[in-house]
């Protein structure tokens, strides 16, 4: 067995998006199917209005929360089967050189779909749990009759048997792609470095700027995942806020969990990454004499400004998709109050931002300073 259940616990991240996607995907899908079931008993042109809207409404929602967060799993999937290659190559390379082709050593690598089972299973099931208040706060108004909460077998695979399988079938098409590498160069732990850099562009750089963006040239995934990090907390903080005056306050305690779990899960991970991955240079800096705030600079520093861009990237999409919510799906709805861009609160979670962000890579800094440079030289 080439992939351990242990490697698995490393794939946290990958089980939290997944069951954040399933979650919401099962609450909307579910609540849309015995919707339609009754649609014939709906006798009043307002309550028409109130369907046709909450159908769009569940169609959106599952389709554009659903296709982010399964876009942001492929990506968060692909990396760790990467990271794990390239952390285990003289392993592998040695499978490789006594006979064990590529296709053999890859099946073993549909154990990091479990991760995507696990998240799925709790994310659908604490869903069903929550359906039945769901479809109260959905028919808070009562426009409809008492809307019975069912079970859908087709409905129940399709958001966890699917999702696992093609991921795990993923994992290994993906790491049989990267096992073509050659026997040498895995034996070596020799690692692939396209990135280009201009002379020009380095010609007068000081060295502890060029040694910030190369880190980050290395690690292009995971300023992908900061960047994610900034945006779940900047959309889903400001449409919970939202959420308060267009839907309900458990609508919007339930978005910002939701948020807020995505959002620091996805950066402890991705900052832990950027540790692990650049611990040799922390060392060798530390030898010649880089103080902490130096190390700690060349490292996690060049990944804030695309935080930043996350943030920005993340008010303008919460801002959109309420403006189509409101003046498009509920425009024949009458109780639905007009939506206009809160500066003000954007400016109050610009600000919590902030903070947070700075106060976990402060810690990451102090995790940085303990590192003892004995252990990293030995290994």
Not at 50 to 74: F, R
Not at 147 to 156: G, M, T
Request: aromatic share 14%; with cysteine.
């Amino acid at each position: 067995m080439v992939v351990g259940m242990k490697d698995t616990v490393k794939l946290i991240g990958i089980s939290v998006i997944a069951g954040c996607a399933v979650f919401v995907c099962t609450l909307f899908l579910n609540y849309n199917i015995d919707l339609a079931a009754m649609k014939d008993k709906i006798t009043t042109q307002a309550g028409m209005a109130m369907y046709q809207a909450q159908v769009s409404t569940g169609k959106v929602v599952a389709a554009v929360s659903g296709g982010c967060l399964a876009i942001t799993s492929v990506i968060m999937l692909l990396f760790y089967v990467k990271n794990y290659i390239d952390t285990h190559s003289k392993e592998l390379g040695i499978l490789k050189a006594i006979g064990y082709p590529s296709l053999k050593i890859a099946k073993h690598f549909w154990v990091f779909g479990l991760s995507v089972f696990v998240g799925c299973v709790l994310g659908y099931v604490s869903a069903f749990f929550y359906l039945p208040s769901f479809y109260e706060l959905q028919n808070a108004e009562h426009f409809f009759t008492e809307i019975r909460v069912r079970f859908y077998p087709l409905l129940a695979f399709l958001l966890i048997g699917v999702p696992a399988m093609s991921f795990a079938a993923l994992a290994v098409i993906y790491a049989c792609f990267r096992l073509k590498t050659p026997v040498l160069d895995l034996l070596k732990e020799k690692r692939e470095h396209k990135t280009k850099v201009s002379k020009k562009e380095t010609k007068d750089m000081p060295f502890l700027k060029e040694l910030a963006r190369s880190t980050v040239r290395g690690r292009k995934s995971l300023v992908f995942f900061i960047a994610f990090s900034a945006f779940c907390f900047s959309d889903m903080v400001q449409m919970s806020m939202s959420m308060k005056d267009l839907s309900s306050k458990t609508m919007a305690v339930m978005m910002i969990t939701i948020g807020l779990i995505l959002a620091f899960v996805t950066l402890f991970l991705s900052l832990s990454s950027v540790v692990k991955g650049n611990t040799k240079t922390i060392a060798m800096m530390r030898l010649f004499g880089y103080k902490h705030s130096d190390c700690s600079k060349a490292v996690l520093g060049g990944y804030r400004p695309f935080s930043y861009i996350g943030f920005a990237i993340g008010t303008i999409y919460q801002y959109a998709l309420l403006k189509i919510m409101v003046t498009i799906v509920f425009a024949d709805v009458g109780s639905v109050p007009e939506y206009n861009f809160d500066f003000k609160m954007c400016a109050v979670t610009f600000i919590l931002f902030i903070l947070a962000y700075e106060i976990v890579m402060y810690g990451y800094s102090q995790r940085i300073k303990r590192l003892s440079i004995k252990s990293v030289m030995l290994e």
